[in-house]
């Protein structure tokens, strides 16, 4: 199995941009999550689904954040517009019983 | 509410020295506890996990008991190597009646010196 696929794996943008974050879960997982990681806040659970369907969108920061999965193998983050706080690297990951969690190698994003 | 807490690093330690990273949970169900470490420039891996009480997670010399009267889930390696510095996350996963809940630890910091 190829793992959790994420890309760009790096993307540079100016701020007021709109950046979308792509992500393709492992085949036959259920749950796919995304985070964020800071080194001020550490990691952050920023969305959850479970069947395609988003369960917990607590953690989305603001309204500029939103994510959607339109299909069992594809997902997508998208932040409009960007501003350079956004800067940090973003992680995929999936699950097949929402326990144990397959990660991606992360989007690092910079936002000048 | 749940959460995780992990000892605070970095933490620098010689080759073959004896490792201990404390992590202790609050949760409200019967969770899953989980360390992962995360190498520089990658994603976060599972290394171990323990489903219930009195479970012991291992793998790559590492281990951890999920202790249920002091809610500790600490994490141990005898004998450590360089190729183990990283930043080592504690995990809860719980899924009470209103649906899957999942918390990580701070993270800490691993650097090992020949």
């Known amino acids: 199995d190829a793992g959790v696929i994420q890309s760009p794996r790096h993307e540079v943008t100016e701020m007021g941009q709109e950046v979308t974050l792509r992500c393709k879960p492992i085949?036959?997982?259920?749950?796919l999550f995304w985070y964020r990681q800071t080194m001020m806040r550490g990691l952050e659970l920023l969305i959850y689904?479970?069947?395609?369907?988003?369960?917990?969108d607590s953690g989305m920061p603001e309204d500029r954040f939103s994510a959607k999965m339109p299909n069992a193998s594809f997902s997508t983050l998208k932040i409009q517009p960007s501003e350079p706080r956004d800067s940090a690297v973003y992680f995929c990951?999936?699950?097949?019983?929402?326990?144990?969690?397959?990660f991606g190698p992360g989007t690092r994003l910079t936002v000048t | 509410g749940n959460s995780v807490t992990q000892m605070e690093g970095p933490v620098t330690l010689s080759e073959e020295a004896f490792l201990t990273i404390n992590c202790t949970y609050t949760?409200?169900?019967?969770?899953?506890l989980f360390w992962y470490v995360q190498y520089p420039g990658e994603g976060l891996q599972l290394l171990l996990k323990?489903?219930?009480?009195?479970d012991k997670g291992s793998n790559k010399g590492f281990e951890a008991t999920y202790r249920k009267e002091t809610t500790s889930f600490h994490l141990e390696k005898g004998s450590v190597q360089v190729s183990d510095s990283a930043v080592y996350f504690c995990?809860?996963?719980?899924?009470?009646?209103?649906?899957?809940?999942?918390?990580f630890g701070t993270g800490t910091s691993l650097t090992v010196i020949p």
């Open positions: 085949s036959g997982h259920d749950y």
């Open positions: 949760a409200t169900g019967y969770p899953s």
């Open positions: 323990a489903t219930k009480a009195d």
């Open positions: 990951a999936s699950s097949s019983d929402g326990s144990e969690q397959y």
């Open positions: 995990a809860l996963s719980d899924r009470p009646l209103t649906g899957n809940q999942f918390y």
């Open positions: 689904f479970n069947n395609n369907v988003p369960i917990d």
